[in-house]
């Protein structure tokens, strides 16, 4: 029996704090038909389940594991494509790697059993407020003035010398 499963981020990077979406294809490619085959999509931390669509499979989250099963048999040839949203934390690490595997009832591994794909996650490099504190604005203020008086007192100066 010929299964295989794939997986891809359908974005090749995507920002903490908002949505990613995963494709995961189960296919026959060659061999008998298939039925009873289950995906299970242990989620990294940093990812949480938000939905799925597909029209060949019922799918359930529970924790950090998506469990979707097939509900119709996969003839030769034909595939069951699921796509997965999941929200990207805040925090996350720099790069998450999502890996898939498939079971099919009767057998506890299957020939191209796991696909994995990797993601890499942006932070926002502004900080989400600028706090000033007013000695900060003061400071700034004072350096400001303190440069306006050098450069008024160098061009007085200059003026000075042009004219003897």
């Not at 990077?13 to 979406?21: M, T």
């Not at 996969?74 to 595939?79: A, G, P, V």
Request: net charge neutral; glycine share 8%; proline share 2%.
């Amino acid at each position: 029996m010929a299964l295989t499963v794939t997986k891809a981020a359908l974005q090749p990077e995507v920002e903490a704090g908002s949505n990613l979406a995963w494709r995961i294809v189960v296919s026959t490619p060659a061999g008998r038909a298939v039925t009873g085959a289950t995906v299970v999509d242990d989620l990294p931390q940093g990812l949480t389940y938000v939905s799925s669509s597909t029209s060949g499979a019922t799918c359930a989250a529970e924790g950090q594991e998506v469990t979707c099963t097939l509900t119709n048999t996969i003839r030769t040839r034909e595939s069951v494509t699921i796509d997965l949203a999941t929200a990207v934390s805040q925090g996350t690490a720099a790069q998450l790697v999502n890996t898939v595997s498939l079971f099919v009832a009767g057998n506890s591994v299957v020939a191209h059993n796991q696909a994995s794909a990797a993601v890499a996650v942006e932070t926002s490099s502004v900080p989400a407020t600028l706090a000033f504190t007013g000695s900060t604005i003061g400071n700034l203020l004072g350096a400001a003035i303190i440069a306006l008086s050098a450069g008024t007192l160098l061009i007085g100066a200059r003026r000075g010398c042009r004219r003897r």
